[in-house]
């Protein structure tokens, strides 16, 4: 195990407690919605946000546990067609990942580096009664997760190659 892989299973594991926290998110907005008549405008949002976190980071996380789902009964028993479709899928992975991270950093760049005509600082908001700056930080965090599950397979690729 690599220290990118170390990582991402880090990464995978830290982000898996924004599950957590959009439990308690969850139970305080129906408490204060139901108990106290008084929801909130925030709770929403932030849980979208938890969530998009961990399944932003998952895809590495999966990589670097080798716990992506597979179809095998075609591979099984034919170990010279499961190495074609290992190398298959390698490809495929890397090609569709650099066109995502490619397109995850147009996004996050347009979204963070924007500034209003007194040239103060202004990234792209939500829009909501919130209207806080999640979503460009979303943005720059797709552009991290798929990073690392490029450079995942991209290990796997050059280790593949070494065998």
């Given amino acids: 195990m690599t220290s990118l892989d170390r990582f991402a299973l880090w990464l995978g594991r830290m982000s898996a407690w924004c599950f957590a926290a959009i439990i308690l998110v969850m139970v305080y907005e129906v408490a204060a919605r139901y108990g106290f008549n008084a929801p909130t405008t925030w709770a929403h949002e932030v849980?979208?946000?938890l969530a998009s976190v961990g399944f932003?980071?998952?895809g590495a996380f999966c990589m670097a546990e080798g716990t992506h789902m597979r179809i095998s009964f075609l591979v099984d028993k034919r170990p010279r067609l499961a190495r074609m479709s290992d190398a298959l899928s390698l490809l495929a992975g890397t090609i569709y990942l650099s066109g995502l991270c490619y397109a995850a950093w147009r996004m996050a760049e347009k979204?963070?580096?924007?500034?209003?005509l007194s040239?103060?600082?202004d990234p792209e908001r939500s829009g909501s009664t919130l209207n806080s700056p999640l979503p460009s930080y979303l943005k720059a965090l797709l552009f991290v997760g798929c990073a690392v599950f490029l450079l995942l397979v991209l290990?796997?690729?050059?280790?593949?190659?070494?065998?």
């Fill in 111 to 116: 979204a963070l580096w924007r500034f209003s």
């Fill in 155 to 163: 290990q796997r690729v050059v280790a593949r190659r070494g065998a």
């Fill in 56 to 58: 932003v980071l998952g």
């Fill in 119 to 121: 040239g103060a600082w």
């Fill in 47 to 49: 849980s979208i946000m």
